[in-house]
């Protein structure tokens, strides 16, 4: 199958490329970068989109600006919201049926939040109201629902991935020393990470299983970061949030139990 892979040239796109093609997909990439197999173009054109996408079996829409704060916020909401929209229009007019896009646990306001906020319950679902104070979270939540109309209108199936934040094996003793050093900023992110890896195995898996319409999935790693066991940061942090309590004295805060069902995916 031919599949287009969006921000290839980024860290998780690079990884996403080298496995579809290690397991022998037809990939391409687009980037505004370029590099091997991709194919520089921004994701702001919607011709080049279109010319990029046209012959593919699927797209994994990866490029985006990953952050507040590097560009104006109306700049930052801007180019993430109109690229996802340009792809997934694209993808409707060339009937490309199946649609894998990085969200981000930052649709439910978290890191980014401006004013401090608290989730309903711990940890959190795909249920949980998203609340994003930020230019980044509110275009997350906006690419989601470009997505869910794309289901709706019976375009194909997509799939939202919600993954907080991204690390490495070389990167986990740094975010790990800081997460130590200065809890209370780590509570913003809820103490939470994924390895970069394990999320690239979860775009392969959204490209086979069968969707129904759109589905938004949350993916974290297991276990937080923080040397303090979980209760205890809750304890200090967030003490009036009702909490159901994981077997793992640093059990995570996010509940990944429907990415574990639905794609089989299981996180470090």
């Given at each position: 199958m031919r599949v287009v892979v969006t921000g290839a040239s980024g860290r998780l796109g690079r990884i996403v490329m080298r496995?579809?093609?290690?397991?022998?997909?037809?990939v391409v990439g687009l980037d505004l970068e370029p590099g091997p197999r991709v194919v520089q173009a921004d994701l702001g054109d919607a011709g080049a989109v279109f010319s990029v996408l046209a012959g593919a079996g699927a797209v994994v829409h990866l490029g985006a600006i990953p952050a507040p704060g590097s560009l104006p916020d109306a700049i930052v909401y801007a180019k993430n919201v109109t690229g996802t929209f340009h792809v997934f229009d694209a993808a409707a007019k060339l009937g490309i049926r199946r649609v894998v896009s990085a969200s981000s646990l930052s649709a439910y306001g978290y890191p980014f939040q401006r004013v401090w906020s608290e989730p309903d319950y711990f940890p959190l679902t795909e249920a949980h109201p998203l609340r994003p104070q930020d230019p980044y979270g509110l275009s997350k939540q906006a690419g989601e629902q470009i997505a869910e109309a794309f289901a709706r209108a019976g375009d194909g199936s997509a799939v939202s991935l919600r993954f907080s934040h991204l690390v490495s094996?070389?990167?986990?003793?740094?975010?790990?020393?800081?997460?130590?050093?200065?809890?209370?900023?780590?509570?913003?992110?809820?103490?939470?990470?994924?390895?970069?890896?394990?999320?690239?195995?979860?775009?392969?898996?959204?490209?086979?299983?069968?969707?129904?319409?759109?589905?938004?999935?949350?993916?974290?790693?297991?276990?937080?970061?923080?040397?303090?066991?979980?209760?205890?940061?809750?304890?200090?942090?967030?003490?009036?949030?009702?909490?159901?309590?994981?077997?793992?004295?640093?059990?995570?805060?996010?509940?990944?139990?429907?990415?574990?069902?639905?794609?089989?995916?299981?996180?470090?």
């Open positions: 496995k579809l093609a290690e397991r022998g997909d037809d094996e070389e990167t986990v003793p740094r975010w790990r020393q800081l997460m130590a050093d200065r809890p209370r900023t780590a509570a913003a992110s809820l103490w939470s990470h994924v390895y970069d890896d394990d999320v690239a195995d979860a775009c392969l898996r959204c490209l086979d299983v069968e969707v129904d319409g759109h589905l938004a999935l949350l993916l974290t790693a297991a276990v937080t970061m923080a040397p303090q066991p979980t209760n205890d940061l809750l304890d200090e942090f967030f003490p009036h949030v009702p909490r159901t309590p994981g077997d793992d004295p640093h059990w995570s805060l996010v509940d990944c139990s429907l990415a574990r069902e639905t794609i089989g995916w299981e996180p470090r």
